[in-house]
């Protein structure tokens, strides 16, 4: 790994998440296969909410009011192409307005095709239709992290895809998905660990069960952020475990000794 303890502690704030994942993420495509994350640190009181497919326009127009009303609190979208296309032309500017309020937007694969069943070929040219579908409705070239595989099938291709494209494999620890949001809400929910990469889809249940989780999530001293966030806390912490105190400090701007 390129990145040392020293640099990563010198960067301060969300800001520069970006700039601190990308050498670890060479890092990772350069040498080893890529792992998979399904969890970040269970020290922090912060959880990823995750929302896959994003097929129904109405669903993802109920999720983003509820965003609206918790404006300190980030998600992750996994869309497929597909959905990156028929959301745009039914709710125009909804995938800007996502990206510009801070919340991170996945590869889901294009029409939600088994990775399986893909190539090592077909997989990186499904990567490049979808990209070019993001690029089409937040009319601008942006940086992807994050690859999650369709039916969490993390299929050699699919691994080989993100080595080749530098995205992170990402499943999840726990689900919000329920068949009844009340028992979700009363029994899952609780549950919740930190550090969960949380699945949820875009299901009128889910949309349910969102809505009650972001305040939920605040009333518990929890702050829902995007997966880059969850990600830098959890690289964070394994380099300050590699010879440096680990205190539950938050700060990204104290030194250790060597
Ligand atoms: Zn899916």
Not at 156 to 177: A, E, H
Request: some cysteine; proline content about 5%.
């Amino acid at each position: 790994m390129s990145l040392s303890r020293r640099d990563i502690l010198k960067l301060g704030g969300a800001a520069l998440i970006a700039s601190a994942l990308s050498p670890i993420l060479r890092a990772q495509s350069a040498s080893t296969p890529p792992s998979i994350f399904s969890r970040g640190s269970r020290r922090l009181p912060r959880v990823a909410l995750t929302i896959d497919d994003c097929h129904l326009s109405y669903i993802l127009q109920r999720m983003e009011n509820t965003l609206a009303d918790n404006p300190d609190m980030r998600v992750t979208f996994f869309p497929t192409g597909e959905a990156l296309l028929s959301i745009e032309s039914k709710l125009p500017g909804v995938w800007k307005r996502i990206a510009e309020q801070g919340h991170d937007i996945g590869y889901h694969s294009y029409s939600h095709i088994n990775p399986q069943l893909f190539s090592n070929q077909a997989a990186l040219e499904d990567y490049d239709r979808w990209r070019e579908a993001l690029n089409k409705v937040l009319s601008k070239e942006t940086r992807v992290y994050f690859a999650r595989p369709p039916y969490g099938n993390a299929s050699p291709s699919f691994l080989n895809l993100c080595g080749q494209r530098g995205l992170i494999c990402t499943l999840w620890s726990w689900g919000w998905g329920g068949a009844d949001a009340q028992d979700t809400a009363a029994y899952t929910m609780p549950k919740t660990k930190n550090g969960d990469v949380v699945l949820m889809h875009t299901r009128s249940v889910d949309a349910a069960v969102f809505a009650q989780g972001l305040p939920w999530l605040k009333s518990q001293g929890k702050q829902a952020v995007t997966l880059r966030q969850l990600y830098y806390d959890f690289r964070k912490e394994q380099i300050d475990a590699e010879g440096c105190e680990v205190s539950e400090a938050n700060s990204l701007t104290r030194t250790c000794d060597e």
